[in-house]
């Protein structure tokens, strides 16, 4: 049976698990879970996650969600590359170390822009200039730290080799570009990362994984606006 | 060379680290980062973490925030007894899930709920419209029942049979909106027992000399001087 993982690449924790299974060669089965329908709320994905999120997989009678658990799980059972999370103490605890502060930080702001540029807007809901300079600042401080801390002058953010750590990264750093939002504009040093990460994982793979999230702009443009009308007090309470 | 912790019992995760040495018996020189004077933007503690956030540790050269990295660290380092982080892939995976889930539920919430009820009103003076309260309220009490319902189920411990990092990242953050006054526990028997059992592993005493900080919270606040947290920027986080 093979492990099966539910996901919707619209999401950034799903873009890196999806990312991590086909780079490694992990054979899985790829089961939509279409958040913008609402599929997360249905019957069936309540059997394998109550939290109703994605990404999460079932292996066998064994489920599991949360991306960072995910892919440790995985990396740790398929016995992938060392690189990708490494055995070497200090090595793990610098990749840890940025799993861990990634949550509160570029994952949440860089979220926050996705939804106030884009998404609140289609939803009918102008987004005060004081919110979304406020929301830019935090995103910029987050872009700053992964610069100045977690990069400094490494190729990649463990040292030489590309690890689950700036397969995270790259994932949520994408999403406020999915609003039209430059995040490169003006800073070389997470350009040139970015490219560096886009070509171990392999372009291919990085474009597929990226296509739906890239679309988000044309896809606001023709979605049917009911749908997101369900979710708005939600967002609304979460982001304003 | 001793590990040096720097730490202020007031704070979650300050908790979680100090409470794992201590009880796994590793040695460090505890370096307090006062947080509400505001000694984590001090020269000093800048070079051990530039974000300036505690947790932080310095082992020799090697310096490290987050207190999930700094306890798998430790874990690994001092190869602490097994349960605290299983070597099983299931249980593990257990363990690091809660870990992950935890940052935007319970601790988020939690934290929310501290500011709301204790710090904003009573040290800044300023009112928390009931709306806010109720929302923050609302999403503590989703992520306990999270905790109880997803995580605990019908086990003593999230992992299972035994206490894990799990459990102490969990109990450390609960306890936060109790130093507010709320009794969080109140209805809730599976949470209570549970709270107890993990009490109970880590020692009694130990537990309440980790918490003394946190659950003497509004004694401090009527003392405390407001100016002090001028430099704190409330961002909407709260608001």
């Not at chain 1, 892919?71 to 070497?88: C, G, L």
């Not at chain 2, 709270?195 to 000399?209: H, N, S, T």
Request: proline share 5%; with cysteine.
């Amino acid at each position: 049976m093979a492990l099966e993982i539910y996901l919707d690449l619209f999401s950034q924790p799903c873009r890196s698990v999806y990312i991590f299974a086909k780079k490694n060669n992990i054979s899985f089965e790829f089961n939509k879970v279409s958040l913008f329908e609402g599929e997360q709320y249905g019957e069936r994905f309540g059997n394998i996650n109550q939290v109703r999120k994605v990404p999460a997989i079932k292996d066998g009678d064994f489920c599991l969600s949360e991306s960072t658990a995910i892919m440790k799980y995985m990396a740790e059972k398929f016995q992938t590359p060392d690189h990708w999370y490494p055995a070497d103490l200090k090595k793990r605890a610098r990749v840890n170390e940025y799993l861990s502060w990634q949550h509160m930080n570029v994952r949440m702001h860089g979220a926050k822009m996705f939804w106030l540029k884009l998404m609140i807007p289609k939803m009918g809901v102008e987004v005060p200039k004081e919110k979304m300079d406020g929301a830019l600042e935090d995103l910029n401080n987050s872009l700053n730290l992964i610069e100045e801390k977690f990069l400094q002058d490494k190729p990649f953010i463990a040292g030489e080799q590309i690890s689950l750590a700036d397969l995270v990264a790259i994932v949520e750093v994408m999403q406020p570009v999915g609003a039209g939002l430059d995040v490169f504009k003006g800073r070389p040093k997470l350009r040139t990362w970015q490219e560096r990460v886009r070509t171990e994982i392999g372009p291919e793979l990085f474009d597929e994984a990226h296509e739906r999230i890239l679309g988000a702009e044309e896809m606001a443009k023709t979605m049917d606006d009911s749908m997101l009308q369900a979710f708005k007090p939600k967002i609304l309470r979460f982001f304003m | 060379m001793d590990l040096e912790i720097y730490l202020d019992l007031i704070s979650q995760p300050c908790r979680s680290v100090y409470i794992f040495a201590k009880t796994n018996n590793i040695p460090f020189e505890l370096k307090k980062v006062c947080l509400f004077e505001g000694e984590q933007y001090g020269e000093a503690f800048a070079k051990i973490n530039m974000v300036r956030k505690a947790p932080a540790i310095k082992d020799g050269d090697f310096c490290l925030s987050e207190s999930i990295a700094i306890l798998t660290y430790m874990a690994e380092k001092f190869q602490t007894p097994d349960h605290w982080y299983p070597a099983d892939l299931k249980k593990r995976a257990r363990v690091n899930e809660y870990l992950s889930w935890q940052h935007m539920n319970v601790r988020m919430h939690g934290c929310k709920v501290f500011w709301l009820r204790l710090m904003i009103p009573k040290l800044m003076g300023v009112e928390v419209s009931k709306e806010n309260m109720d929302m923050a309220l609302e999403d503590l009490n989703q992520s306990l029942n999270i905790i109880e319902e997803k995580f605990i189920q019908d086990k003593p411990f999230i992992a299972g049979e035994h206490i894990s990092m799990a459990d102490l990242v969990a109990i450390a953050e609960i306890m936060q909106p109790v130093g507010s006054g709320l009794d969080v526990f109140e209805g809730r028997p599976k949470l209570s027992a549970w709270q107890e059992r993990v009490q109970a592993e880590i020692g009694p005493e130990l537990f309440d000399e980790a918490h003394q900080g946190i659950l003497g919270s509004q004694e401090v606040v009527r003392t405390m001087d407001s100016s002090k947290l001028e430099k704190f920027k409330l961002k909407p986080l709260y608001m």
